[in-house]
T-cell receptor
Framework: SQQGEEDPQALSIQEGENATMNCSYKTSINNLQWYRQNSGRGLVHLILIRSNEREKHSGRLRVTLDTSKKSSSLLITASRAADTASYFCATPSALNSGNTPLVFGKGTRLSVIA | GAVVSQHPSRVICKSGTSVKIECRSLDFQATTMFWYRQFPKQSLMLMATSNEGSKATYEQGVEKDKFLINHASLTLSTLTVTSAHPEDSSFYIC??????????????FGQGTRLTVV
């Protein structure tokens, strides 16, 4: 079953603008991860934020985590046409387990228009 | 970073035939691999957990006799779609973490296999 919801489901912006995607989840977590998927391709890991972290940066990516609200956001700054893809948040399906599958949100389809 | 290779990337088969999809961890060992299914414009849904040297565990609603999983070595898991039907057409993706993976580590994904049953 899916862990939660992401919004928006689809987002269209102009190149250079910032894109913000939100993710909510239902259960307690050790970490939350964001992945990117180009159309018809596999998933690429973007960033992992641990449950004791509130914010994390990687290049043009900024991820926040609010465990009290069970939500996370992914911000892509200065977007480029190449950022066009689907973005998914994912959480481990079980706590305290080293090798547990990820449960994915529904994803946000981002379109960056040049 | 670690690499997971999935093959084939695309396959078209006739109804009633079987298709085998391979998932290999190229530079690490994985006692556990995961198989997901994704329909167009939807999210990934976990199908089963592949365990090296033992039976796979399937999610509710996934037919184990239809989706045969074999994890014969620490670097290879295979998913065989048996007696394929058009409704099995989908995108199948495998995932793995190194066997020594701790809780807070990323998962690595194969490139996915687009299966079309005609």
């Amino acid at each position: 079953s899916q862990q939660g919801e992401e919004d928006p489901q689809a987002l269209s912006i102009q190149e250079g603008e910032n894109a913000t995607m939100n993710c909510s989840y239902k259960t307690s977590i050790n970490n939350l991860q964001w992945y990117r998927q180009n159309s018809g391709r596999g998933l690429v890991h973007l960033i992992l934020i641990r449950s004791n972290e509130r914010e994390k940066h990687s290049g043009r990516l900024r991820v926040t985590l609010d465990t009290s609200k069970k939500s996370s956001s992914l911000l892509i700054t200065a977007s480029r046409a190449a950022d066009t893809a689907s973005y998914f948040c994912a959480t481990p399906s079980a706590l305290n387990s080293g090798n547990t599958p990820l449960v994915f949100g529904k994803g946000t389809r981002l379109s960056v228009i040049a | 970073g670690a690499v997971v290779s999935q093959h084939p990337s695309r396959v078209i088969c006739k109804s009633g035939t079987s298709v085998k999809i391979e998932c290999r961890s190229l530079d690490f060992q994985a006692t556990t691999m995961f198989w997901y299914r994704q329909f167009p414009k939807q999210s990934l849904m976990l199908m089963a957990t592949s365990n090296e040297g033992s039976k796979a565990t399937y999610e509710q609603g996934v037919e184990k006799d239809k989706f045969l999983i074999n994890h014969a070595s620490l670097t290879l898991s295979t998913l065989t779609v048996t007696s394929a039907h058009p409704e099995d057409s989908s995108f199948y993706i495998c995932s793995a973490r190194p066997s020594q993976g701790q809780m807070n580590t990323e998962a690595f994904f194969g490139q996915g296999t687009r299966l079309t049953v005609v």
